[in-house]
């Protein structure tokens, strides 16, 4: 185990305010304790190190600049925030990042004053920090509002929505394009930062907003526009804003990200520049400054803990497949066969296993960028036009494409396949990337078939049928990690839709499982058939269209029926309930329990726990079946079928 670092300068900085105490000159040192800290804190919890390395040197400026809190700082994602996190009053607690209980991996309104608004999805900052400025202009009170956006979230059109109205926030708002990855910036240097510096400062504006004025009582239209025109197209021959000049933001870059030198005096200019709003373009390098994440093909974007002098990480061996890359490679199986297949991901293409099929087929695999909108009538427009398009989209990304789906696919009955990645619970992640809301966001839609493996080998199957599925859209969520290790079928089996299986024959309780809750059912029905409660289960494999004369058949011939999804409420128990109603079957003394996700947004843990607090375990199983029947824990009620 390493030593901590020594950090005496940061040692002295607990908030933004002992920061600013510090001279000037002292910054570089503070910087670099800085990052030695953060390599070491996330060594011990693991998490999203590449981009927090990246941002050090301005974090440290914007804090040191600014005066947040009341200048309100916020961070796109969240990603890069665990510099800031430290910088805020939360160093002690940083070994504590994305532990149960502990500090959340993005930022948390709840958590600190310093994180002003929560974030974990791509592209909201900008429209975020521009509501804060303009509330601030409403109620005159001081504070400008400064959003650090990454280049590849400019992939996501709400950025540039948010863009095109930030007018009304004026000299308030400032935008950080942090630039790390697309290098949509020629190489910096001293000539550039002393352009950047010059360009924002007080006299430049000043003699800039009295040419405006001169032209506009001397020159005519025409010769107007050509004048600022000219001074455009001079600005844009060292720096490359002209885009964001025609947005109506004021474009001061592209400045180093890592020279304090350079980033202090710009920022100091900005912060004072009576003009806005100003977008300020720096480049930085994700992983800056610790030698493995450098040399890493992700830049250490994502960790598991790490030893800090090799870089080593630490990794459990793998005991089963990882239901991602199932599912990516009975989809290049189906291929193979049909080249009317092709796939599509949002910015994820490793996360959803997509990089191995873009290896395969190149030309028929479509990364979009951080726009999933798009993505899905992009996949809309390939289905229209015969070809079978699967989408790999997180659940918690593909929400932000539901009128996509109602407007583009659903009501045009378009066979859309839809492979839903992350559904469920996912840990350290917590509530912002919980797939929670899916099957009951897809369920309520007509024309769609929603599917839920229970394991890997039924991934295969479910893969196998939505490539034969054309008579409408398709969905199949399935959970982040390893599988069960179960052997996959060869060759796979299409499935009839809207048909489940029983895989444990009862008499007394019926458990239909939807999804990878099978497992624990199965334990659950262990438990209870030792308790003299005879119990079928049933893997439903579909949340729409119900199996309804298999629930049929179950609800005539049993005490006790129980759903059991991961999902919220809305979904598979809710259409189960409402099919027994319709029916009539809840008229008698059947017995009717939903088990789902509880209606809150679950904080990080292990999924284990997670599922546990929940109440979506073996153990809670049987004490809902125990409770619908009122027995106790010694001897079976009278009256049940044995």
Request: charged fraction near 20%.
């Amino acid at each position: 185990m390493s030593q901590r670092p020594i950090t005496p300068l940061l040692d002295t900085v607990d908030t933004p305010a002992d920061l600013r105490r510090l001279d000037s000159a002292d910054l570089t040192q503070f910087a670099a304790e800085l990052r030695a800290e953060l390599v070491d804190a996330v060594s011990v919890t693991g998490g999203h190190l590449g981009a927090g390395l990246g941002v050090v040197e301005l974090t440290v400026a914007l804090h040191y600049v600014f005066n947040t809190p009341e200048d309100t700082l916020i961070w796109d994602v969240g990603h890069q925030a665990y510099p800031h996190k430290i910088l805020t009053g939360r160093r002690d607690r940083i070994r504590t990042l994305r532990a149960p209980q502990g500090l959340s991996g993005f930022t948390k309104r709840s958590e600190s004053e310093y994180d002003p608004f929560g974030a974990a999805h791509s592209s909201t900052s900008i429209s975020a920090a521009i509501g804060f400025a303009v509330a601030n202009k409403l109620a005159d009170r001081p504070g400008k509002a400064i959003a650090v956006i990454g280049d590849g979230a400019m992939s996501a059109g709400m950025a540039y929505e948010a863009m095109n109205n930030a007018e009304a926030a004026g000299n308030r708002l400032v935008v950080i394009l942090n630039d790390n990855d697309m290098s949509i910036a020629p190489p910096v240097g001293a000539l550039s930062a002393y352009l950047a510096r010059i360009y924002s400062s007080r006299p430049f504006l000043e003699l800039r907003d009295l040419a405006k004025l001169l032209a506009k009582r001397t020159l005519g239209p025409n010769m107007q526009r050509t004048a600022k025109r000219a001074e455009e197209y001079v600005r844009t021959l060292a720096s490359g804003g002209s885009l964001f000049e025609e947005l109506g933001f004021y474009y001061v870059g592209p400045i180093d990200g890592h020279n304090l030198d350079h980033l202090i005096p710009v920022l100091e200019n900005v912060r004072d520049a009576a003009e806005g709003p100003i977008l300020v373009h720096v480049v930085t390098q994700k992983g800056k400054g610790y030698a493995p994440a450098e040399a890493a093909a992700d830049k250490y974007h994502g960790v598991q803990k790490f030893d800090v002098i090799t870089g080593a990480q630490v990794k459990s061996k793998p005991k089963a497949p990882q239901y991602q890359n199932v599912f990516a490679q009975q989809l290049i199986a189906e291929a193979e066969v049909d080249p009317m297949i092709v796939a599509i991901t949002a910015a994820m293409p490793s996360g959803t296993g997509l990089d191995k099929f873009e290896a395969k087929f190149p030309d028929r695999t479509f990364d979009v960028g951080i726009a999933e909108q798009h993505a899905v009538t992009f996949a809309a427009g390939m289905a229209a036009k015969g070809m079978r398009p699967f989408a790999a989209i997180y659940s918690t990304f593909l929400q932000r494409a539901y009128d996509q789906v109602v407007h583009d696919v659903a009501i045009q009955n378009l066979p859309v396949r839809f492979a839903i990645d992350r559904a469920g619970l996912v840990g350290a992640d917590g509530a912002t990337h919980a797939g929670s809301f899916d099957v009951t966001y897809l369920s309520t839609l007509p024309n769609f078939v929603v599917m839920a493996p229970s394991d890997e080998a039924e991934l295969v199957n479910m893969v196998h049928t939505m490539a034969r599925h054309d008579s409408g859209p398709s969905a199949v969520r399935y959970p982040r990690g390893e599988g069960t290790g179960i052997a996959l079928p060869n060759p796979p089996v299409e499935l009839e839709i809207g048909k489940g299986r029983i895989v444990r024959e009862g008499k007394t309780v019926a458990i239909l499982s939807l999804g990878c809750r099978l497992q624990e059912a199965m334990a659950a029905a262990d438990d209870l058939d030792g308790r003299g409660l005879s119990t079928t289960v049933a893997d439903m494999r579909f949340a729409k269209p119900l199996d309804e004369a298999l629930i049929r058949k179950l609800a005539l011939s049993h005490d006790v029926l129980v759903t059991i999804e991961e999902g919220a409420i809305g979904g598979f128990g809710a259409h189960v309930l409402t099919f027994a109603s319709d029916e009539g079957l809840t008229d008698g003394d059947l017995k009717i329990r939903t088990m789902r996700l509880p209606d809150v947004f679950q904080d990080q843990d292990g999924p284990v726990a997670q599922y546990a607090t929940a109440g979506l375990d073996a153990e809670h199983i049987v004490s809902t079946v125990l409770s619908a029947l009122r027995h106790n824990s010694v001897g079976v009620v009278e009256g049940v079928r044995a």
